[in-house]
């Protein structure tokens, strides 16, 4: 019997997938990956792990199982019932934007021990950030388990007040699509000034990775980073008035995160 079952094999599902047959942390026969799609469960098979279409064919339940849903809001009241007799022998987790735990607690029981999640998609080659909030229900020798389990994907964070998960969602969760428009904009801005279209993309992927890396290794703060590269009067400081007088990109920033929180809130409202 596997130790985790992966409800949905999305975008977001098949990144977890990945991220924990990369590490090494679960084999592919400990996970069971449940996925109606016959597409993206052909792509859970091709990484050697058990699927199904449905959770009918779950016959057995382990001393400890994770049920993992990496499913869209709008499918839980459907598919969440089918594992509520588990409930025993599980401790849940969500991946869902926007729905609250109370949520799975109506469908589930107040009695099961749920776990919110929100990842990103570089958890699929360990990279990804992950914030959690657990129930009562989820003891604290459950804790390092829960932390196990995620950390193959990248750093985890964990918080207890659970309405700070929708600014979570607008910073990491959505985060990466940002900085990829980001890498986008920048590769067009090169190809504008004449560069090849590949070596204005190359330009743009390496100066951000190598940007993020450099920053990820600093103790000090990120402005300084900022201010090391930036000579008075020089081109860097030329870029950066566009940017940063009074604070327009900030603003932008602000507004775009704040954009992304209230879509969470919604979200939860919409149930």
């Known amino acids: 019997m596997p130790k985790v079952v992966l409800v949905g094999c999305g975008n977001m599902g098949h990144a977890m997938l990945k991220g924990w047959l990369r590490s090494g942390r679960l ?51 459907i598919v969440v019932p089918h594992y509520v007799r588990f409930k025993s022998d599980a401790i849940y987790v969500s991946l869902a934007a926007g729905t609250p735990i109370a949520t799975f607690e109506r469908l589930l029981g107040k009695d099961a021990a749920i776990v919110r999640c929100m990842p990103n998609t570089p958890v699929s080659i360990g990279e990804g950030m992950m914030v959690t909030v657990a129930n009562r229900n989820v003891g604290t020798t459950a804790a390092p388990l829960i932390r196990e389990l995620l950390a193959s994907g990248g750093k985890v964070v964990e918080i207890t007040d659970e309405t700070l998960m929708d600014a979570v969602t607008a910073i990491s969760g959505s985060g990466p699509a940002y900085l990829f428009h980001f890498v986008e904009c920048l590769a067009a801005a090169a190809a504008g000034m004449g560069l090849p279209a590949d070596t204005a993309k190359l330009l743009a992927l390496q100066t951000v990775y190598g940007a993020a890396a450099l920053a990820n290794t600093s103790t000090g703060e990120i402005g300084e980073l900022r201010r090391q590269v930036t000579s008075p009067n020089g081109t860097t400081a030329a870029a950066l008035s566009v940017l940063m007088t009074d604070g327009r990109l900030q603003k932008l920033i602000a507004e775009a995160t704040e954009a992304a929180r209230s879509r969470s809130i919604e979200l939860a409202r919409e149930e």
Do not use: Q, Y
């Open 27 to 77: 084999k592919p026969e400990e996970i069971l990956v449940v996925e109606p799609a016959d597409m993206l469960r052909e792509k859970a098979i091709t990484l050697g792990a058990l699927a199904l279409a449905d959770a009918n064919g779950i016959t057995d339940t382990a001393p400890s199982l994770w049920i993992v849903f990496a499913i869209k809001p709008h499918a839980i009241e």
